[in-house]
């Protein structure tokens, strides 16, 4: 592999493992309770949503950044330090997520997973990354970033495998393949739900945050394969998922995607189990390490990096005990989608091309429907 190429990869681990570390272990049963059988559609809007944010932060990168560092408009540095607080908030939901989800997965795998004990659990945890970032501080778990996205692939691919193989099975068996009903839900209930999964695809614009290891255009690069890596993967691993969605008889929760992975094949559970709190912890550990960077650059270095982990910290245990991981998902993709539409009017300020203003405007309003509607899955 040659140095450019080396850099680009290197570039794209950081946002994929933060997108896979968003929500393929909980996607499958919120969009089949949604919309059954039309889950690829709805992901596919999702997905398509998510490339044109993608495109905005791309945009950013090479016109916003320049502008910013030279004299920008008084708008244009409001909209940056309003997207960056913007951005602190949503990665303090992210990490309460992200460990939410863990709890239920390893609580899953022992028939153990209560509310009390996710609490519990999440809790524990976070404990624990506020007594490392206050010791030895958080860059001694960083390196769980590559490990995460490698475990989290080589467990994508097995249940790819797994969930394949039961497809072509059930088109050979009498009954045939068996898609899912979705719940009963009006459309404008559909809208709202599928709306609180934006957060499944978040993760690309941290390429936005990496100008002190990278260049715009290998950012540019890694933000575009990252969505286009990720959108390919989650479009076939919820294509071969839905066969199976109906074995769960209209029962889902968080940890949903375990029984599913069982359904398969029982050699798939203990993977996914490990595959899973691994993911989840580095993910929350990426997103402790972007908020409490946003928070020392925010306030000019005043507030420090042990300060921001407290915070940080005690936001994510407060949220934990206060709400479900279809609340928090829900919360966490209100919050993307403000920091989404605030990096969308940053671009319009600086834009010369009026197309490219009216369409930035048009994904800006879409994002502020997410941003005031959006609902937990149920």
């Known amino acids: 592999m040659n140095s450019s190429l080396k850099k680009i990869a290197d570039a794209t681990s ?26 690829v559609v709805a992901m596919m809007a999702v997905c398509a949503l998510a490339y044109a944010v993608g495109m905005v932060i791309r945009f950013n990168i090479r016109e916003a950044e320049p502008a910013l560092a030279k004299h920008p408009s008084e708008a244009t540095q409001s909209l940056e330090r309003s997207s960056d607080l913007a951005l602190v908030a949503a990665y303090v939901i992210s990490v309460c997520l992200y460990l939410h989800i863990l709890s239920s997965f390893v609580l899953g795998g022992f028939n ?16 624990f990354i506020m007594a490392i970032g206050l010791t030895k501080g958080l860059g001694a778990l960083g390196k769980l970033e590559k490990i995460g996205l490698y475990v989290t692939l080589l467990i994508i691919v097995l249940l790819l495998v797994g969930f394949t193989t039961y497809d072509v099975n059930a088109m050979r068996s009498p009954e045939g393949i068996v898609m899912p009903k979705a719940s009963p839900h009006t459309p404008w209930e559909i809208l709202t739900i599928v709306a609180g999964t934006l957060i499944v695809v978040q ?18 690069r890694a933000c575009r394969w990252s969505q286009i890596i990720s959108t390919a993967v989650y479009l076939v691993f919820i294509a071969v998922s839905l066969p199976l969605v109906h074995t769960l008889q209209g029962l889902y929760d968080d940890n ?15 993977p996914l189990i490990i595959a ?21 650059e925010a306030t000019a270095g005043h507030l420090k990096s042990k300060i921001g982990t407290i915070i940080v910290g005690v936001g994510a245990i407060a949220l ?33 091309s009026t197309p ?7 994904v800006a309003a879409i994002l502020l ?10």
Not at 256 to 270: D, E, F, M, R
Not at 356 to 362: E, H, S
Request: charged share 15%; proline share 2%.
């Open 256 to 270: 949903s995607l375990i029984k599913l992975a069982g359904t398969a094949s029982a050699l798939l559970v203990t």
């Open 356 to 362: 490219k203003r009216i369409g930035m405007v048009l």
């Open 320 to 352: 934990s005990w206060s709400a479900s991981t279809e609340e928090i998902l829900a919360i966490a993709s209100r919050a993307f989608a403000f920091y989404y539409m605030l990096q969308c009017l940053v671009a319009v300020t600086v834009c010369k």
């Open 276 to 296: 899973a709190a691994l993911s989840q912890f580095s993910a929350a550990v990426a997103d402790t390490l972007g908020a409490t960077g946003n928070m020392e």
């Open 112 to 127: 153990a997973d209560t509310e009390l004990n996710e609490n519990i659990l999440t809790t524990s945890v976070i404990v």
């Open 14 to 39: 950081t946002p994929l493992s933060s997108i896979f570390g968003s929500g393929f272990l909980v996607i499958v049963p919120i969009l089949a309770g949604a919309v059954g059988e039309y889950s």
């Open 203 to 220: 993760g690309f614009e941290t390429t936005r945050y990496l100008g002190n290891d990278f260049d715009a255009d290998t950012r540019i």
């Open 369 to 378: 429907f997410i941003t005031i509607f959006a609902v937990p899955a149920g």
